[in-house]
């Protein structure tokens, strides 16, 4: 095909196709292994990429019409986990004039999230509530199904099509000749009343029964994912009600002690990782050199983060509410940073907006609050800026960077939540006064043994108080029976 072909592909998909290992695998698992259907898709789809300028799309390019429709945008998840793709078909007319435009627009968001969340799968949904004829175009929706099934691949989980009047029925029989057998498996036609089976009502909008307040508005892009700000010490909502001051008071305690725990065995950790090391290359020797490691630290160019993709909480009955994420300064500036989320309602976040200096490492506790809990869907990005050196780092002055900061300057990185129903979690998780140790690198090795050693100096005060309390009681003891023997003595010498 390349030999044959090679001026009707864009240069960075071959490039792409030759160092992505994921990319490929996709493409022969959307066609069953079957390595000539498989060319045939890359083929399609590589033609179709370069022909619609995939890699190039972007607002500047796009009508600015188009985004401020809200005919098509990304936001929420469905029970799954998987990102929903919303096409609100009451906002579509046809009209040939604009069809070119709307289909780039399809490519614009699936690229953008393609390449933004590393190609994980999507849910389709056609809300199709209060539309009609007007609103049919069966062109447009072909388009939609073939990027899916030709061009996309492995990136369709279903398509969720509420409220499908019945004079569309006719049409959707030929929609269904388009999808094949496999993707006609995916269609899940519902209503008010089943809609609730696939998506959850925290991401449906009220006329599909549900209580997400969510407004599609541009400019600026949606930030799908994360509308709603967070402020500076938790969720907008009154936490004092479900917290009290004590309890602020006494996770900013724990807060300060787990640094000063981890700057107290700093040196020892550097001695146990030399040796962790050594014995690490002892036993990889005979590996060969480019042999890929799990990664549990995001590398970013201001910032590593641990861990890299997921914070794991437990579910109501194991109980675990807290999660630690490490920040590393890798730059020679400070680095100003803030943390936001998917439920604000839910989490308190410490600190949320502040800055970490070159070199150093800041803890931020994440934690649940009242009688929340943590859910697959509920998402966390982190945004970093690099300051200048004369810049203060107060609140006010952190206020203005945000404000001032372009956004090509703004490093992001995205967590997902994980939910632990046994009691082995495999990341960084904090109960009150336990931790569940995963086997990862000596990263977190170290974090662990820190933790170790403040859960058993708490040990060693609570055991100490125990036998200064066993001492008193001992002492008491033997006071109140002297005290009774010498009453026996007094009573028995009266009656002699």
Same mark, same amino acid.
């Given at each position: 095909?390349?030999?044959?072909?090679?001026?009707?592909?864009?240069?960075?998909?071959?490039?792409?196709?030759?160092?992505?290992?994921?990319?490929?695998?996709?493409?022969? +698992?959307?066609?069953?292994?079957?390595?000539?259907?498989?060319?045939?898709?890359?083929?399609?789809?590589?033609?179709?990429?370069?022909?619609?300028?995939?890699?190039?799309?972007?607002?500047?390019?796009?009508?600015?019409?188009?985004?401020?429709? &809200?005919?098509?945008? $990304?936001?929420?998840?469905?029970?799954?986990?998987?990102?929903?793709?919303?096409?609100?078909?009451?906002?579509?007319?046809?009209?040939?004039?604009?069809?070119?435009?709307?289909?780039?627009?399809? @490519?614009?968001? %699936?690229?953008?999230?393609?390449?933004?969340?590393?190609?994980?799968?999507?849910?389709?949904?056609?809300?199709?509530?209060?539309?009609?004829?007007?609103?049919?175009?069966?062109?447009?929706?072909?388009?939609?199904?073939?990027?899916?099934?030709?061009?996309?691949?492995?990136?369709?989980?279903?398509?969720?099509?509420?409220?499908?009047?019945?004079?569309?029925?006719?049409?959707?029989?030929?929609?269904? &000749?388009?999808?094949?057998?496999?993707?006609?498996?995916?269609?899940?036609?519902?209503?008010?009343?089943?809609?609730?089976?696939?998506?959850?009502?925290?991401?449906?909008?009220?006329?599909?029964?549900?209580?997400?307040?969510?407004?599609?508005?541009?400019?600026?892009?949606?930030?799908?994912?994360?509308?709603?700000?967070?402020?500076?010490? &938790?969720? +907008?909502?009154?936490?004092?009600?479900?917290?009290?001051?004590?309890?602020?008071?006494?996770?900013?305690?724990?807060?300060?002690?787990?640094?000063?725990?981890?700057?107290?065995?700093?040196?020892?950790?550097?001695?146990?990782?030399? +040796?962790?090391?050594?014995?690490?290359?002892?036993?990889?020797?005979?590996?060969?050199?480019?042999?890929?490691?799990?990664?549990?630290?995001?590398?970013?160019?201001?910032?590593?983060?641990?861990?890299?993709?997921?914070?794991?909480? &437990?579910?109501?009955?194991?109980?675990?509410?807290?999660?630690?994420?490490?920040?590393?300064?890798?730059?020679?500036?400070?680095?100003?940073?803030?943390?936001?989320?998917?439920?604000?309602?839910?989490?308190?976040?410490?600190?949320?907006?502040?800055?970490?200096?070159?070199?150093?490492?800041?803890?931020?506790?994440?934690?649940?609050?009242?009688?929340?809990? @943590?859910?697959?869907?509920?998402?966390?990005?982190?945004?970093?800026?690099?300051?200048?050196?004369?810049?203060? @780092?107060?609140?006010?002055?952190?206020?203005?960077?945000?404000?001032?900061?372009?956004?090509?300057?703004?490093?992001?990185?995205?967590?997902?939540?994980?939910?632990?129903?046994?009691?082995?979690?495999?990341?960084?998780?904090?109960?009150?006064? @336990?931790?569940?140790?995963?086997?990862?690198?000596?990263?977190? $090795?170290?974090?662990?043994?820190?933790?170790?050693?403040?859960?058993?100096?708490? %040990?060693?005060?609570?055991?100490?108080?125990?036998?200064?309390?066993?001492?008193?009681?001992?002492?008491?003891?033997?006071?109140?029976?002297?005290?009774?023997?010498?009453?026996?003595? $007094?009573?028995?010498?009266?009656?002699?």
């Amino acid at each position: 095909y390349f030999l044959d072909k090679s001026d009707k592909y864009d240069s960075r998909d071959v490039e792409r196709l030759q160092q992505d290992d994921k990319w490929v695998e996709n493409y022969l +698992i959307w066609r069953h292994d079957v390595v000539d259907d498989t060319l045939k898709m890359i083929d399609e789809s590589f033609q179709w990429r370069k022909e619609y300028t995939v890699n190039d799309l972007s607002e500047s390019v796009l009508p600015k019409w188009l985004f401020e429709n &809200g005919a098509l945008f $990304l936001h929420g998840y469905d029970k799954e986990g998987y990102k929903l793709f919303w096409f609100k078909v009451k906002h579509h007319t046809r009209d040939p004039k604009q069809q070119l435009d709307k289909k780039k627009l399809v @490519a614009f968001w %699936l690229e953008h999230y393609a390449k933004r969340d590393h190609g994980k799968p999507l849910t389709v949904v056609f809300d199709m509530a209060e539309t009609g004829i007007s609103h049919i175009d069966l062109d447009f929706v072909r388009f939609i199904v073939n990027c899916f099934t030709d061009y996309y691949p492995n990136f369709l989980t279903k398509i969720v099509i509420f409220e499908m009047p019945w004079i569309m029925n006719a049409a959707f029989k030929i929609v269904k &000749g388009w999808l094949g057998p496999d993707a006609i498996s995916m269609l899940k036609f519902t209503n008010k009343s089943d809609v609730q089976e696939y998506i959850s009502g925290e991401y449906l909008p009220p006329h599909m029964g549900g209580t997400d307040s969510f407004k599609y508005s541009y400019p600026p892009l949606v930030d799908d994912d994360f509308q709603t700000p967070l402020c500076e010490n &938790g969720p +907008i909502t009154s936490e004092d009600e479900h917290e009290s001051k004590e309890e602020i008071d006494a996770d900013t305690k724990e807060a300060g002690e787990l640094n000063e725990a981890q700057n107290l065995n700093q040196k020892k950790m550097n001695s146990i990782e030399q +040796i962790s090391k050594s014995e690490e290359t002892d036993k990889t020797e005979v590996k060969p050199k480019n042999a890929k490691k799990a990664l549990t630290t995001f590398k970013g160019p201001l910032l590593h983060i641990s861990p890299a993709e997921e914070l794991y909480f &437990g579910s109501k009955e194991t109980g675990e509410k807290k999660c630690l994420i490490v920040l590393t300064n890798v730059t020679k500036n400070v680095v100003a940073f803030k943390v936001r989320t998917t439920a604000p309602e839910k989490y308190r976040v410490k600190p949320s907006n502040s800055s970490c200096e070159p070199g150093t490492s800041l803890d931020i506790i994440v934690s649940l609050h009242g009688g929340f809990a @943590a859910s697959l869907q509920d998402r966390f990005l982190i945004m970093a800026a690099e300051m200048d050196q004369s810049s203060g @780092a107060g609140v006010p002055e952190l206020t203005q960077f945000w404000k001032e900061v372009p956004r090509t300057k703004v490093m992001e990185h995205r967590l997902r939540c994980h939910v632990i129903e046994s009691s082995k979690p495999s990341s960084l998780t904090l109960k009150d006064n @336990a931790f569940n140790i995963p086997a990862k690198t000596n990263e977190d $090795l170290h974090i662990q043994l820190t933790h170790l050693l403040q859960i058993n100096r708490r %040990l060693e005060e609570q055991m100490n108080r125990c036998l200064w309390f066993q001492q008193l009681s001992v002492v008491v003891s033997l006071l109140s029976v002297t005290v009774a023997a010498f009453c026996f003595y $007094l009573a028995y010498a009266q009656r002699n």
